[in-house]
Nanobody
Framework: QVQVAESGGGLVQAGDSLRLSCTTS????????MGWFRQAPGKEREGVSC????????YYADSVKGRFTISSDNAKNSLYLEMNSLKPEDTAMYYC?????????????????????WGQGTQVTVAV
């Protein structure tokens, strides 16, 4: 059974840090581009960061550049997102996904969410 599962979310204060983890099973990790996405209440899902399986390039949304760092451990079939200097506007449900290609790190078209393998999400709440 193919599964993607996120963990590490929580309630933090502005300026704090969090590290999200994503574990996968039932898929060949190296075959996928792995990414983090988020969706705030009343807003569309957007790209946060992604590692391309083709080039190894790391993509970041402009809003998180310099604050968030994506990494992976292929031996553990896991993906991580280190989030520093968190802001209230980072509050959202964060999703991990295994995709064939990294999408643009902007609002995701609905078609992208119908492809690949998505986790159930982990909530990140940043208080003022």
């Amino acid at each position: 059974q193919v599964q993607v599962a996120e963990s590490g979310g929580g309630l933090v204060q502005a300026g704090d840090s969090l590290r999200l983890s994503c574990t996968t099973s039932g898929l060949t990790f190296d075959d996928y581009s792995m990414g983090w996405f988020r969706q705030a209440p009343g807003k569309e899902r957007e790209g946060v960061s992604c590692i391309s399986r083709h080039t190894g390039y790391l993509y970041y949304a402009d809003s998180v550049k310099g604050r968030f760092t994506i990494s992976s451990d292929n031996a553990k079939n896991s993906l991580y997102l280190e989030m520093n200097s968190l802001k209230p506007e980072d509050t959202a449900m964060y999703y991990c996904a295994a995709l064939r290609v990294c999408p643009r790190m902007t609002t995701l078209p609905p078609a992208t969410m119908r492809t690949g393998v998505w986790g159930q999400g982990t909530q990140v709440t940043v208080a003022v």
